[in-house]
């Protein structure tokens, strides 16, 4: 039985516009020790999805249909009660900013103790000690003096160091990290990507890994879903997505990526704007911005396809390929 079951899962904001569907249909599994990649651009419903799994979602948002189990236990409709039992304490979150994530007028050591003191036994003065150890673990120097300092005393990279050990705590099974580098300069994003991947080793735990950035999916990632306009369009491992990408979106991302070779190629970027999520239309999401469209594209959705025992697309293009190659 896998760690983390997703399945069909339909998340909706409720607006005075109208329903946005946010996350439409989507479906994974997660296995202990594996490292899952979520990518996307921005509105695709990366972050909703992982909110979702958290049920941490804004006021009009609601999870309209699907189910979520974690090691067996339906978590949609379980009630706060239940929640507050598996957040932080077996699925913890690194948020996107880790400017804005720690409360400006607490000290670090105070915002560590209170995440150990809320989802563990542990007291006051083995909270204080469990703190320090964590931050040591995530490399922060001078983690006693740390403890006692503010926020805005620490880096960009340190602040996200203190994320990193604020949900590592309480040794959760599944760590989701949501573009746990962006704000972060390359430098910095090398560390802690670096120390994501050593933490991980050591404690066993499997991430999902969400981010818009290729090059941390392949550094970091087992498995690959790729999602535009709130549904799954390709999934399979990153060895797949990387060398035989079977989507036009997929593929119009990769082209995207700067090469190492000094870049005698122009970049290709993807033409056109994100879909109205209000508005969605019959066929492909992805059909009003792809080159390769057919007219079939832009009246129906392709169901999603197995391409190998690894991989699946939901791609009229592969239909297509398959039929000039005489298969059924």
């Excluded at 991980?200 to 090059?215: P, R, S, V, Y």
């Excluded at 090469?259 to 005698?264: E, L, R």
């Excluded at 969605?280 to 391409?307: H, S, T, V």
Aim: net charge negative; proline share 4%.
């Amino acid at each position: 039985m896998s760690m983390l079951e997703v399945r069909d899962l339909h998340t909706s904001f409720f607006t005075d516009a109208g329903e946005v569907k946010a996350v439409n249909g989507v479906s994974f599994f997660l296995d202990e020790g594996k490292v899952l990649g979520i990518v996307g651009e921005s509105g695709s419903g990366k972050s909703v999805t992982a909110y979702s799994i958290m049920q941490i979602l804004a006021g009009s948002g609601k999870i309209v249909s699907g189910s979520i189990k974690f090691r067996g236990q339906e978590l949609v409709d379980s009630g706060e009660k239940v929640m507050k039992t598996i957040r932080g304490n077996k699925i913890s979150i690194i948020f996107q900013d880790p400017m804005t994530s720690l409360n400006p007028t607490y000290t670090i050591g105070h915002q560590l103790m209170e995440a150990i003191l809320l989802h563990t036994d542990r007291n006051k003065d083995q909270a204080r000690e469990r703190a320090v150890e964590m931050l040591r673990l995530v490399n922060v120097n001078e983690p006693e003096k740390r403890m006692n300092q503010y926020p805005y005393e620490f880096s960009g990279g340190m602040r996200q160091r203190v994320m990193i050990a604020m949900a590592l705590a309480c040794e959760p099974d599944i760590l989701i990290a949501d573009e746990p580098t962006t704000a972060l300069d390359v430098t910095i994003q090398a560390q802690i990507l670096e120390l994501m991947k050593s933490l991980q080793k050591e404690l066993g735990m499997a991430i999902i890994m969400i981010t818009h950035d290729l090059g941390v999916v392949a550094q970091m990632c087992d498995e690959v879903i790729v999602m535009y306009a709130g549904a799954i369009c390709e999934q399979g491992s990153a060895d797949e997505i990387f060398y035989n990408p079977c989507h036009e979106y997929t593929k119009g991302l990769l082209r995207s990526i700067p090469t190492a070779d000094g870049g005698k190629e122009k970049l290709k970027p993807i033409t056109g704007t994100p879909i109205d999520l209000l508005n969605m239309p019959k066929g492909c999401a992805f059909a009003p911005r792809c080159d390769a469209a057919m007219r079939i594209c832009l009246k129906e959705k392709c169901e999603r396809m197995q391409i190998n025992d690894m991989h699946a697309a939901a791609c009229w293009m592969n239909v297509k390929k398959n039929m000039e190659g005489g298969e059924a």
